[in-house]
T-cell receptor
Framework: DAGITQSPRHKVTETGTPVTLRCHQT?????MYWYRQDPGHGLRLIHY???????DKGEVSDGYSVSRSKTEDFLLTLESATSSQTSVYFC???????????????FGDGTRLSIL | KQEVTQIPAALSVPEGENLVLNCSFT??????LQWFRQDPGKGLTSLLL?????REQTSGRLNASLDKSSGRSTLYIAASQPGDSATYLC???????????FGTGTRLQVFP
């Protein structure tokens, strides 16, 4: 299994509080991703990173920010959590991308976040 | 906009059956298609990745095919076992992006 650790694994918090989720990898992969998984919607990309301090938005980025100061860590922050952000959040990593490099994405075990 | 559909949403079969899971996508401009398995409360495990130039990939009892022109992929599971019970997801990587678009999955139960 790819060395991906998400923390915390479970969190319950209140509306309006800031929340930070951490993804840590030991594979030295360049690409890292944050997804959320909701019933009826499947997995949707929030943000991704293609290198240290290089990030870009996914399809559901509103209300989220990310940071990547080191290769191994990718942080997802909810500045002011809302109930609509209750979800399961997954981090994924990939060695490389590009038309000649078809590398699979590998996923962590997820963080279950409940906003009350 | 790329849409990925998986049919059926749920499937229950007796042990030993060969079965086929379906994935369809609306835009054929893809780099690759990936099949994943997800166990309850767990993350996704990559099973097979088919590049856009390939027709199929095999791993053990699993065989995935890709027909890009018709926007379809199938995952064939031979001689199913109770340990195969899980949700199976397909995802396409869009051309010229780093993004995966996922289907909503097929929940498979294999009973003894």
């Amino acid at each position: 299994d790819a060395g991906i650790t998400q923390s915390p694994r479970h969190k319950v918090t209140e509306t309006g509080t800031p929340v930070t989720l951490r993804c840590h990898q030991t594979e030295n992969h360049r690409y890292m991703y944050w997804y959320r998984q909701d019933p009826g919607h499947g997995l949707r990309l929030i943000h991704y990173s293609y290198g240290v301090k290089d990030t870009d938005k996914g399809e559901v980025s509103d209300g989220y920010s990310v940071s990547r100061s080191k290769t191994e860590d990718f942080l997802l922050t909810l500045e002011s959590a809302t109930s609509s952000q209750t979800s399961v959040y997954f981090c994924a990593i990939s060695e490389s991308q590009g038309p000649s490099q078809n590398q699979p994405q590998h996923f962590g075990d997820g963080t279950r976040l409940s906003i009350l | 906009k790329q849409e990925v559909t998986q049919i059926p949403a749920a499937l229950s079969v007796p042990e030993g059956e060969n079965l086929v899971l379906n994935c369809s996508f609306t835009d054929s401009a893809i780099y690759n298609l990936q099949w994943f398995r997800q166990d309850p409360g767990k993350g996704l495990t990559s099973l097979l990745l088919i590049q856009s130039s390939q027709r199929e990939q095999t791993s053990g009892r699993l065989n995935a095919s890709l027909d890009k022109s018709s926007g379809r992929s199938t995952l064939y599971i031979a001689a199913s076992q109770p340990g195969d019970s899980a949700t199976y997801l397909c995802a396409v990587r869009l051309y010229n992006t780093d993004k995966l678009i996922f289907g909503t999955g097929t929940r498979l139960q294999v009973f003894p």
